[in-house]
């Protein structure tokens, strides 16, 4: 099929050192206003007349970065508070060289708004924009709580986040990283440890990656602190947390250097670890050469390569770029914006790069493609052509968060590979699906990512059993500890 005369790609190398932000920013108005099927003209029209289609053509193919043209599009399209700023803002914060924001978006600047912005949050079950909304007022205009003040709704923020979905998700993601990229970084900052360090934690993933938002050497230390915690959990969060300070830039070499030794310790101690190596392997395939080095020649035990694809360019002879854009083709239906679905699938897929793989994921999730995108993920984690898509696909689920329905775990559990098993139990925790008694009994029991899926299922869904796990002295102390946490933490939320 012809390719349509406006879509608009990222051209940089798959494996290169940087992406084309502003082109992802382009591709994610273009798409999302194609897909409503409003002409420029139209659209023009819809955003009160200030702005002409060839104003919003050259936004769209240029990509320029404006947070109060974004929010025009959000308001012009019927999409909620924040949709496509949220995912912008988290790409361009990631990347230290993308586009500054030539025209932020305020909110309205009143007493009268903030106070009803602080009043959402302070409600019975305060929503995704009310968090943004809030975050919003304390960073981009002149009102503000005091920091004694501020906390407890931090705190309340902070706990909501591991256990949100799709936009529910993102935005408070979005709201606690403008909260630590603030005056009230150190709030921010305390909370997060504070909620990583509570006994039994279970979603600490997300929090590792908005604290270091902000990167400071103490991050440095800590993250490498974490990658020897009992708990492979927490060790995996502090990788991430590295790779995102990598990305976000502001840190000296100097900074990195004490964490080399403390780095090839964690190394060596995970050998044969399927739960550690590959994320160290990763994560530190993608840090600076010289520390690599300096890593790999501390190392007393060899260490596993990352899950890579077959190769990174975009030939017919790539077969994994090759399934990436036949999904893409799929998933578009002749409709613009294939090409840059493609590299994003893509990049969900096979990138090794957790920085990559979590914006790209972002944007999926705000773009018209999401439900599509979902199920073609589904499909490809159970029948993709091989181990390394499969298991691509079934970890994106993580990175996605896109809300389920429903869900059935028996295709899933049919699987050999725990990997796909994990997937599938994992489909039920966004789906709020309960698992049967006798088989989370059962899973629960196994000290790998099948048990800690089983256990993040019944965490979502708040099975009456978790009292029951928390309480079982047959089972092992982590066990109970992540059923205790699941307990005092609630269950989904998808608003």
Known sequence: MARHTDEIDD?????????????????LLRSSRVSAGVPLREFAARSGGGLSPATLSRVETTGRRSGAMAAAYERALGLPHGHLRAPIDVLCRTFAYAPADTDPYVPDPTLTGFTEAVDAVQSAEPDAQDWLRFAEYHVL??????????????????????????????????????????????????????????????????????????????????????????????????????????????????????LVPVYAAACDAAVGDPLRQPILSATLAGCPPEFRAAVR???????????????????????????????????????????????????VLYDFRATHVTTSSFLLVASPFADRVREAICRSALEGPDETTRHGAAFA??????????????????????????????????????????????????????????????????QPELAELA???TLPASTRAAAAWWQQAGGRIIR
């Open 141 to 258: 205009t002149s009102f503000g709580m005091p920091a004694h003040t501020i906390r407890p709704l931090v705190v309340r923020l902070t706990d909501e986040l591991g256990r949100a979905a799709g936009l529910a998700y993102q935005l408070r993601y979005e709201a606690l990283s403008k909260l630590r990229c603030s005056p009230y970084a150190d709030v921010v900052g305390q909370a997060i440890r504070e909620a990583v360090e509570q006994p039994g934690m279970q979603r600490p993933a997300d929090l590792l990656s908005a604290i270091t938002e902000l990167p400071t050497p103490d991050l440095v230390t800590w993250c490498g602190e974490l990658l020897s915690d009992e708990s492979w959990v927490i060790a995996r969060a502090g990788c991430l947390g590295i790779q995102n300070m990598r990305s976000v830039g502001g840190l000296r070499r100097a900074d990195w250097l004490p």
């Open 471 to 473: 309480t079982d002295t």
């Open 297 to 347: 020649s501390a190392l007393t035990e060899p260490l596993v390569e990352p899950r890579r694809a077959a190769a990174w360019t975009r030939t017919r002879r790539n077969h994994h770029y090759t399934y990436a854009a036949t999904l893409a083709a799929e998933i578009a239906d002749g409709h613009a914006g294939e090409a840059m679905l493609a590299r994003l699938l893509f990049e």
């Open 11 to 27: 051209p940089s190398p798959l494996a290169g050192a940087r992406i084309d932000v502003a082109a992802r920013i382009g591709w």
């Open 397 to 462: 689920f993580a990175n996605l968060m896109i809300p389920f329905d429903s869900a059935d775990p028996a295709p899933w559990l049919a699987s050999d590979d725990p990997v796909l098993r994990g997937a599938g139990l994992s489909i039920c925790g966004f789906a709020g699906v309960p698992l049967e008694r006798s088989l989370l009994h059962e899973l629960v029991r196994r000290e790998d990512q099948v048990g800690y899926e089983a256990m993040f299922a019944a965490g979502m869904s708040q």
